[in-house]
């Protein structure tokens, strides 16, 4: 299970083994929110929709869901908001406030992804996604499952 807690900024899983693992990420900018085009962070239960990535290098950068580079920050485009390394793809559980219709946590493209904001990760910056640093995200992603729960707190 994995417990994300936007106040925080910390993401935490619980392995198999019972231990609980803690990491720093970066929620979105202008805060939570479920519906379309708002750039927020949804809040409620979800799940692991999709696992993309699994043998990818590090800072391997995906577009549209394929890898297409490798992040090279002395051509970093500031504008963009890179997906690096590993992509959780999330999926709402809460018919009404984040699964179907304007609200639906997958049609978003939400994700848990790497980052190349690696030194912002504890404080609120991305477009809606959790970024995390991208050490970090292989080892979750190494650790988690599809259909594994996802629980967004404030």
């Not at 577009?63 to 580079?69: D, E, I, L, N, S």
């Not at 485009?77 to 609200?103: F, M």
């Not at 292989?138 to 594994?148: G, K, P, Q, S, T």
């Amino acid at each position: 299970m994995i417990e994300i807690r936007i106040a925080e900024q910390q993401l935490h899983h619980r392995r198999a083994t019972g231990v609980w693992y803690s990491y720093p990420i970066s929620t979105a900018a202008r805060g939570t929110g479920n519906q379309r085009d708002s750039l927020q962070t949804p809040l409620g239960h979800h799940r692991i929709a999709a696992m993309i990535g699994a043998d990818a290098p590090i800072f391997t950068a995906f577009k549209a869901r394929k890898p297409f580079t490798i992040f090279d920050p002395l051509h970093d485009d500031p504008e963009r908001d890179w997906i690096l390394s590993r992509i959780l793809w999330l999926g709402g559980c809460e018919t009404g406030k984040n699964r179907r219709g304007a609200v639906d946590t997958l049609s978003r493209y939400i994700y848990i992804h790497g980052t190349h904001a690696e030194a912002l990760a504890g404080t609120p910056a991305s477009h809606g996604c959790i970024r995390m640093r991208n050490a970090d995200i292989i080892e979750l992603f190494a650790h988690v499952r599809i259909n594994e729960r996802v629980n967004i707190r404030p």
